[in-house]
T-cell receptor, first 111, second 111 residues
Framework: NAGVTQTPKFQVLKTGQSMTLQCAQD?????MSWYRQDPGMGLRLIHY???????DQGEVPNGYNVSRSTTEDFPLRLLSAAPSQTSVYFC??????????FGEGSRLTVL | GENVGLHLPTLSVQEGDNSIINCAYSNSASDYFIWYKQESGKGPQFIIDIRSNMDKRQGQRVTVLLNKTVKHLSLQIAATQPGDSAVYFC??????????FGQGTRLTINP
């Protein structure tokens, strides 16, 4: 069982560059979400989706875009990377209710 | 608004003692709460959950207590072991099915 798979695990960007963090789940979950986690802090919700074709903003959406063209995939796009976006990013998924399954995280450094 | 926080950022206990980790939430409309454990370099892992129609739920060595009157959640770990060392997060599902996390408590086990 793959669960929630995130790629890449590590990435270094220069300020102004763009990139996409990939997230895929094979559990047929309707709900998917992206969180960022900064040192010593909890997880903050960036964007989430309750099903294919539906996305919505979380607590800290600025500077990020998402799309949900399929149930399985939920990519997170950084349009113009900034040092403030240096963080560890977690993708997660679940059924409509119940346990949220997390990926292993993607560590992003913006120089 | 939705806000989940923890009373203490760190907790140290002796191996074999019981641990109690506390959490306060502000959204009285939340009806589902989850405790997660996060080990260093890994994504959060589900420990136990509880719905708002319950006051207590027990798992293996863990118990979650919910006091809706004062909007308080706690996680009790019995006979704490070295493998319990981690950061523990409480989370609530509030409006629009968004899962909101607290800051986290780092649990350290003393030999």
């Amino acid at each position: 069982n793959a669960g929630v798979t995130q790629t890449p695990k590590f990435q270094v960007l220069k300020t102004g560059q763009s990139m996409t963090l990939q997230c895929a789940q094979d559990m047929n979950h309707e709900y998917m979400s992206w969180y960022r986690q900064d040192p010593g802090m909890g997880l903050r919700l960036i964007h989430y989706s309750v099903g294919a074709g539906i996305t919505d903003q979380g607590e800290v959406p600025n500077g990020y875009n998402v799309s949900r063209s399929t149930t399985e995939d939920f990519p997170l796009r950084l349009l113009s990377a900034a040092p403030s976006q240096t963080s560890v990013y977690f993708c997660a998924s679940r059924f409509e209710t119940g346990e949220l399954f997390f990926g292993e995280g993607s560590r992003l450094t913006v120089l | 608004g939705e806000n989940v926080g923890l009373h203490l950022p760190t907790l140290s206990v002796q191996e074999g003692d019981n641990s109690i980790i506390n959490c306060a939430y502000s959204n009285s409309a939340s009806d589902y709460f989850i405790w997660y454990k996060q080990e260093s370099g890994k994504g959060p892992q589900f420990i136990i959950d509880i719905r708002s129609n319950m006051d207590k739920r027990q798992g293996q060595r863990v118990t979650v207590l919910l006091n809706k009157t004062v909007k308080h959640l706690s996680l009790q770990i019995a006979a704490t072991q070295p493998g319990d060392s981690a950061v523990y997060f409480c989370a609530e599902i509030g409006g629009a099915q968004k899962l909101v996390f607290g800051q986290g408590t780092r649990l350290t086990i003393n030999p």
